[in-house]
């Protein structure tokens, strides 16, 4: 059982940048894909990038190209959520998540972290 822990979050002002990470329990080593997303109140959990177990390939959509970017340090059992210019439609619940198989697909990843809040003020 894979255990995942956020941190990161806090309260930042529009035009910011914020670096999120996750830690897993156990030493995955490259083992899992790893994902973010997101969850804002009264809004489905929504998919902003993935990252394959080496680093090598880069699973993301359109809309936050360019502002977020992923990475992850498997000798740390580490993962990243780089956040830039950031919004204030952005605020959420982020959370990181694992799975052996990459998707956009907030119900194909087995495990997942607590979350940890992102707030961005006007």
């Known amino acids: 059982q894979v255990q995942l822990v956020e941190s990161g979050g806090g309260l930042v002002q529009a035009g910011d940048s914020l670096r999120l990470s996750c830690v897993a329990s156990?030493?995955?080593?490259?083992?899992?894909?790893m994902g973010w997303f997101r969850q804002a109140p009264g809004k489905e959990r929504e998919f902003i990038v993935a990252i394959s177990r080496n680093g090598g390939r880069i699973y993301g959509t359109d809309s936050n190209k360019g502002r977020f970017s992923i990475s992850r340090d498997n000798a740390k059992d580490m993962v990243y959520l780089q956040m830039n210019s950031l919004k204030p439609e952005d605020t959420a619940v982020y959370f990181c998540?694992?799975?052996?198989?990459?998707?956009?697909?907030?119900?194909?990843?087995?495990?997942w972290g607590q979350g940890t809040q992102v707030t961005v003020s006007s």
């Open positions: 156990e030493r995955t080593s490259g083992r899992y894909i």
């Open positions: 998540a694992a799975d052996r198989n990459p998707s956009t697909r907030a119900t194909m990843y087995n495990y």
